[in-house]
């Protein structure tokens, strides 16, 4: 299932529990972020068929962050793709540190997994149509970013924020405190357009955002109140 947002940008929907996948198609490069849990792999070629592409066209993997339903299907791009990802991510994939992956959760080997580029934030991938910034934005893991199209206004944003300012558990390597503070530099960004990693697409950024701010100050309070 796919829907096609602009020209070159497609949203991609495998099957629970697997993320939302995007796919950026340039002429110079195609770009897919997140490519979803390892079981989905087969959803997620047929799906890149009905586009008009084939995974070998694929040239670069973007992962927003290190848990295997937005990195399990890796494995099916890693030997003909450049996989890139936050440094903090990368250390926790190449090492398969199964304790922040969740991969045998998911019914997968933490093992065998590769990251080529290892992303700070303010990393730049320049392309003939696209202008795509990485910002860091640690909170829901150590090691989460959204990647970033100021001309476009366009927010790819993982699990770090959702429509209607749902925000994400921590997880094992994650703090409500940088949470909090990603959440709010993301506020200083313009943005007309947030593709969360799972859930619906939304525009009404300036308010969802803030709503986020509000629940992770709170999730923070009452994790401190419970300490």
């Known amino acids: 299932m796919y829907e096609k947002i602009k020209d070159s940008l497609y949203k991609i929907k495998t ?14 490069r195609n770009i897919l972020i997140d490519p979803g ?3 989905k792999y087969d959803l997620l070629k047929e799906t890149l068929s009905e586009i008009g592409i084939k995974p070998s066209d694929i040239d670069v993997i ?7 339903d ?8 890693q030997d003909h793709c450049t996989i890139m990802t936050h440094r903090y991510a990368a250390t926790k994939i190449i090492n398969a540190d199964d304790e922040v992956l969740h991969c045998r959760g998911h019914g997968i080997a933490p093992e065998g997994y590769h990251v080529h580029l290892w992303l700070e934030s303010n990393n730049v991938i320049e392309l003939d149509n696209w202008f795509i910034r ?3 934005t640690p909170g829901h893991t150590s090691g989460s970013v959204c990647f970033y199209e100021p001309r476009k206004r366009i927010l790819f944003s993982g699990d770090t924020v959702f429509a209607k300012g749902t ?3 921590i997880s094992d390597s994650g703090s409500y405190g940088e949470y909090v503070n990603s959440l709010s530099i993301l506020n200083t960004y313009k943005i007309d357009l947030i593709l969360p990693g799972h859930g619906a697409s939304t525009t009404n950024v300036d308010h969802d955002i803030t709503t986020a701010i509000e629940n ?3 999730r923070h309070q009452d994790f401190l109140r419970k300490t």
């Open 15 to 28: 099957e629970r529990p697997s993320c939302t996948s995007y796919l950026i198609l340039d002429d110079q």
């Open 37 to 39: 849990l390892y079981q």
């Open 62 to 68: 973007l992962n927003t962050h290190e848990h295997a």
């Open 70 to 77: 937005h990195i399990g299907a890796n494995k099916y791009f």
């Open 134 to 136: 990485t910002i860091y």
């Open 167 to 169: 925000i994400s558990d």
């Open 216 to 218: 992770a100050n709170q």
